[in-house]
Every structure is written in C-alpha cells, then in structure tokens.
C-alpha cells in the first residue's frame, strides 16, 4: 500500500497527496470531496470552544481533516471516534493520526453507534443516493422509532447523518455539519427542516456565496450547519451568508455558556 508521508498534516497536504494515489472513480464511490483546512479549522473551534466538550465524533472520517484541525491546537484531552466505510482511505488515516485516545472504525454510521451520545459532532457527510443502500428498511425504521419519523428511500445520505447526528448530541454539545446548500430548497429537505424547526438545536447556517472559486466547485454552494442543544425555549436561527472566505474568518464561534457573540478561539 501506498502510504501518506505525514507531512504537514495541518494543511490540505494529506488530501492532495490521497488524490494523486487513488482514482477520481474509487473517490467518487464513497463521495470523497474533501473539507478545504481553514473551513475544517472554523468548524473545529465552534465544537471545541465548548468548555465541557470532552467527548467528539466524526461519522465520515476521510482522512480526518478534522481531527487534524481539532489536535493543532488542543490545549486538553478529547475522546475521538471516527467512522469510515472505506478501509483504504481509512488506513492512510490511521497512518497519519496516531494518538491512543482516538478510535478509528472502519464501520457504517448508519448502522453502529445509535446508543451513544457526544459532546460534538463534526462531519462532511457523504453526498450519495440513499436509494443506492440495500438493507435501507432497515436504516429507515431506526430513524421511525428512534426519532419519530418517517423518511423515504429517496433521501440523500447526508440528510440521514445529520439527522442522526443531532439525536446523538448530548445536553449542551455541539454539532457542525458541512452540507449542500440545495438542501435549503429540495422537496427532500422539508421533513428534514420541519425536524430541525422541532429540534430547536439549529443555530446558525452560514451560506457560501463565493463569486471566485476558491477551493472546489462543489463548496461554492456548501452551507455550514452549527447546532448547540440548549436553551432551546429562546432558539432562533440566524442565516449568514458569505461572500469570500476572509469573512468566514472574521466570523466568531459563539462561547457555549452565552449566545451574544459568534468568536475565534
Ligand atoms: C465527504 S467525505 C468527507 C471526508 C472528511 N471528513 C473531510 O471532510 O475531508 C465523506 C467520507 O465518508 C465516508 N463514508 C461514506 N459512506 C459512509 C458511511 N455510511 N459511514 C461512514 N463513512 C462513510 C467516505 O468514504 C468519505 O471518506
């Protein structure tokens, strides 16, 4: 096997060199578009920035970008799972990440970890048809029972991870999720959002607007997704939306003891 040569793996570095390794078919498979760092490194600091996060998880791990970003600077302990269907690109992450307190399965999101709760939850989740999945009864009677709802086969994965990933978050965590903005407006996402309006955790979308292309035509119509589950009686949702990426970075993560500003660690 080809291995990563681990440099610079706070950068964009592992993902390049992954590229020139492996097909576009093999990545297109598995939807592997990659998280650009300096967005993996913004989405970081709104889960980290928690003062109780302890406990984080990434349901589609690539080659955990943000795992990366979350260690650059980690000033404490984090218990880290990641879950990732494709052992090729999940062994060059292993190859690249080595810390013992970070748990890396070779695993389906959709069907493991459904009794397990965490602090954050950062993901990228994979952009495929749902329709695609063989056992998806199966899948679509866990969401039935354990969240009331009632979902088609005709859904996207992404929505489903999020979906999940918002019932795994624990009293005051944190999820960001990096989804396609055609969400806001498809037929698919109205039982999803009508979810998300119920849920109360939803707290900021900020919507890429970017006239240049700045890293990848798939993320010049990407949207971020902050939750935070508390204070939900007083919830309301702001949507921002960005035009270049120095406004991103003048964005604020919000601290999670009071909501007033978004704000850099
Ligand atoms: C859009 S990529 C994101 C990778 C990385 N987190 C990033 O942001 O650069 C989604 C990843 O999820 C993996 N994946 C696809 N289906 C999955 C599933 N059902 N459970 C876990 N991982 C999955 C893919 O192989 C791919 O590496």
Same mark, same amino acid.
């Given at each position: 096997?080809?291995?990563?040569?681990?440099?610079?793996?706070?950068?964009?570095?592992?993902?390049?060199?992954?590229?020139?390794?492996?097909?576009?078919?093999?990545?297109?498979?598995?939807?592997?578009?990659?998280?650009?760092?300096?967005?993996?490194?913004?989405?970081?600091?709104?889960?980290?920035?928690?003062?109780?996060?302890?406990?984080?998880?990434?349901?589609?791990?690539?080659?955990?970008?943000?795992?990366?970003?979350?260690?650059?600077?980690?000033? &404490?302990?984090?218990?880290?799972?990641?879950?990732?269907?494709?052992?090729?690109?999940?062994?060059?992450?292993?190859?690249?990440?080595?810390?013992?307190?970070?748990?890396?399965?070779?695993?389906?999101?959709?069907?493991?970890?459904?009794?397990? &709760?965490?602090?954050?939850?950062?993901?990228?989740?994979?952009?495929?048809?749902?329709?695609?999945?063989?056992? &998806?009864?199966?899948?679509?009677?866990?969401?039935?029972?354990?969240?009331?709802?009632?979902?088609?086969?005709?859904?996207?994965?992404?929505?489903?991870?999020?979906?999940?990933?918002?019932?795994?978050?624990?009293?005051?965590?944190?999820?960001?999720?990096?989804?396609?903005?055609?969400?806001?407006?498809?037929?698919?996402?109205?039982?999803?959002?009508?979810?998300?309006?119920?849920? &109360?955790?939803?707290?900021?979308?900020?919507?890429?607007?970017?006239?240049?292309?700045?890293?990848?035509?798939?993320?010049?119509?990407?949207?971020?997704?902050?939750?935070?589950?508390?204070?939900?009686?007083?919830?309301?949702?702001?949507?921002?939306?960005?035009?270049?990426?120095?406004?991103?970075?003048?964005?604020?993560?919000?601290?999670?003891?009071?909501?007033?500003?978004?704000?850099?660690?």
């Amino acid at each position: 096997m080809e291995v990563l040569s681990g440099s610079n793996i706070f950068s964009n570095n592992p993902e390049k060199e992954y590229a020139t390794m492996v097909s576009l078919e093999h990545r297109q498979r598995f939807a592997q578009f990659f998280t650009p760092y300096p967005i993996a490194k913004f989405m970081a600091n709104w889960i980290t920035s928690n003062p109780n996060c302890q406990t984080i998880l990434d349901p589609a791990l690539g080659l955990g970008v943000f795992v990366r970003a979350i260690l650059e600077d980690a000033d &404490k302990r984090y218990y880290i799972k990641g879950y990732e269907t494709d052992s090729l690109i999940l062994d060059k992450a292993k190859s690249i990440i080595d810390n013992q307190e970070i748990q890396l399965l070779n695993k389906d999101y959709m069907f493991n970890d459904w009794g397990n &709760k965490y602090d954050g939850i950062i993901a990228n989740p994979p952009y495929l048809k749902f329709h695609d999945y063989s056992d &998806k009864n199966e899948i679509l009677k866990e969401f039935h029972s354990r969240l009331g709802l009632v979902l088609t086969g005709f859904t996207n994965l992404y929505t489903l991870f999020l979906l999940k990933s918002i019932h795994q978050l624990n009293e005051g965590g944190r999820a960001a999720y990096l989804i396609p903005s055609e969400f806001l407006n498809s037929d698919y996402g109205k039982n999803v959002k009508k979810y998300l309006i119920k849920d &109360k955790s939803l707290r900021k979308v900020i919507i890429f607007d970017f006239k240049e292309n700045v890293f990848d035509d798939a993320l010049t119509t990407a949207s971020i997704f902050l939750f935070e589950n508390n204070n939900k009686q007083n919830a309301a949702v702001e949507f921002i939306t960005i035009k270049t990426i120095d406004e991103l970075y003048q964005l604020k993560t919000i601290p999670a003891e009071d909501n007033e500003n978004l704000g850099q660690k």
